[in-house]
């Protein structure tokens, strides 16, 4: 299995900063990873794929990068919508999907 | 608009098999080439992938799961299943259906999610 480790756990920010989220693979993933944000007693909602991409709907203000086994997630002038938790998920093989433990970016 | 919807009890005793359905409405699955998953999440812990299926009914699991898990596809009733055997209080958690639209890998879309706790 391939491990995803996040860091950090928590995050603590205020409207308007920047953040960024780590993610490191335990072996190569290529650009093979997702990011979501997941708000309490809600379903995960996809906010990037193939590492750096965009999905539909997502504001440009989050932003994705890396490549390998190192990763970020990056969040411009946060907004209240934004506190939530992020998880990311490797996608290298789908013999063996598995997500990080999670951030949770809170005020 | 393509929506899922899990079902399934919301209690199930240890040693018995947990299963669950995923509803799919606002698209036939039959005339679909995605994939679709089942991902789960524990009280206050991270998601884990459970497994998934394939719109050619290849099947994938977690090998964590030692071969508990059972993934199909009715596309009669338009749904797809989870069952998962021997459940301990370890299988307690938020249980998710969703769908891979790219067949990477990823999950683009997500049912509400179905509690289930396991106990006597």
């Known amino acids: 299995d391939i491990q995803m480790t996040q860091s950090p756990s928590t995050l603590s920010a205020s409207v308007g900063d920047t953040v960024t989220i780590t993610c490191r693979a335990s072996?190569?993933?290529?650009?093979?990873l997702a990011w979501y944000q997941q708000k309490p007693g809600k379903a995960p909602r996809l906010l990037i794929y193939?590492?750096?991409n965009l999905e539909t709907g997502v504001p440009s203000r989050f932003s994705g990068y890396g490549s390998g086994t190192e990763f970020t997630l990056t969040i411009a002038k946060l907004q209240p919508d934004d506190f939530a938790t992020y998880y990311c998920?490797?996608?290298?093989?789908?013999?063996?999907?598995?997500f990080g433990g999670g951030t949770k970016v809170q005020i | 608009r393509l929506q899922l919807q899990e079902s399934g009890p919301a209690l199930v005793k240890p040693s018995e098999t947990l299963s669950l359905i995923c509803d799919v409405s606002g698209a036939s699955l039959s005339g679909t080439s995605y994939y679709w998953g089942w991902i789960r999440q524990a009280p206050g812990k991270g998601l884990e992938w459970i497994g998934g299926i394939s719109y050619s009914w290849t099947t994938y699991d977690n090998p964590s799961l030692k071969s508990r898990v059972t993934i199909s596809l009715d596309t009669s009733k338009n749904q797809f299943s989870l069952r998962l055997s021997s459940v301990t209080a370890a299988d307690t958690a938020v249980y998710f259906c969703a769908r891979d639209g790219s067949n990477f890998g990823y999950f683009d879309l997500w049912g509400p999610g179905a509690p289930v706790t396991v106990s006597s």
């Open positions: 072996q190569s993933i290529s650009s093979w």
């Open positions: 998920q490797q996608y290298n093989s789908y013999v063996g999907l598995t």
């Open positions: 193939k590492t750096s």
